[in-house]
């Protein structure tokens, strides 16, 4: 069986109906999402409160109409979809200026907020499709890191990982390494097997949660590429 083949979006383009699992997957991608598309409406001139509307009625529609049974598999990438969709929402939204309301049938109280601090750090100049990458890339990114954290307090090691989650996306400098040796009472080569192994951890975690929203390989490798462009422009 191919590692695409259970994943959260080869899972939604398989079923098509209101399969439970599918369903499932559905709406743990939009939770996923809600960040990147929340930047995207931002990024359009609406003010916090409309945007939070927007968004809310986006997934809302998302789902309930099922917009993801006119995907087409060959084409593959989930965001590139959602953005699809998103625009046009929008542009319908507009013009017919709808009265936009929280909710709707389908439960979306996870959708309420995780996520928005990262909508901080956008640049106003941004465009909206820029902004969605940023958000997107950061959302990545901070899931991955989440995971990391959780491995790391299953294994009874979090204190040490607390210490050293920055070091893991930022190389420090010798003197912060030896710092930081010091106080953990630890090696300094020993600290830098730790944050080294933490690191790649971190690029498997991230490939696995790319790898939801891919359908093969040639995907998920675009996803990679534009992820890694993504954290360059951040970093500028």
């Known amino acids: 069986m191919s590692r695409f083949e259970t994943t959260r979006w080869s899972l939604v383009l398989q079923a098509r109906d209101d399969d439970a699992q599918s369903r499932r997957a559905l709406e743990a991608l939009c939770r996923a999402y809600r960040s990147p598309v929340l930047a995207y409406v931002r990024s359009r001139g609406t003010t916090p409160e ?9 997934f809302a529609r998302f789902i309930e109409r099922d917009f993801h049974a006119q995907a087409d598999p060959a084409r593959g990438r989930f965001r590139a979809f959602l953005l699809t969709s998103l625009q046009r929402f929008l542009n319908d939204a507009h013009d017919q200026r709808i009265a936009v309301k ?3 049938k389908i439960q979306l109280r996870s959708l309420d907020r995780p996520g928005s601090d990262s909508l901080d750090n956008l640049q ?8 969605f990458d940023r958000a997107w890339a950061q959302a990545v990114i901070q899931s991955a890191m989440r995971k990391l954290r959780r491995e790391a307090k299953a294994a009874g090691k979090v204190e040490l990982f607390n210490r050293l989650w920055e070091f893991v996306a930022e190389r420090p400098d010798d003197a912060e390494y030896a710092r930081v040796a010091s106080e953990l ?9 730790a944050v080294h192994r933490l690191r790649n951890r971190l690029r498997e975690l991230v490939r696995d949660e790319l790898a939801e929203t891919a359908t093969d390989e040639d995907h998920l490798d675009r996803e990679l590429d534009d992820l890694r462009h993504c954290l360059e422009d951040v970093l500028q």
Do not use: C, I, K, Y
């Open 124 to 131: 106003s100049a941004d465009s909206p499709e820029r902004a």
């Open 50 to 58: 409309e945007a939070e509307d927007l968004t809310q009625s986006f």
């Open 185 to 193: 009472n630890l090696r300094r080569n020993t600290l830098a097997v």
């Open 102 to 104: 929280r909710g709707g």
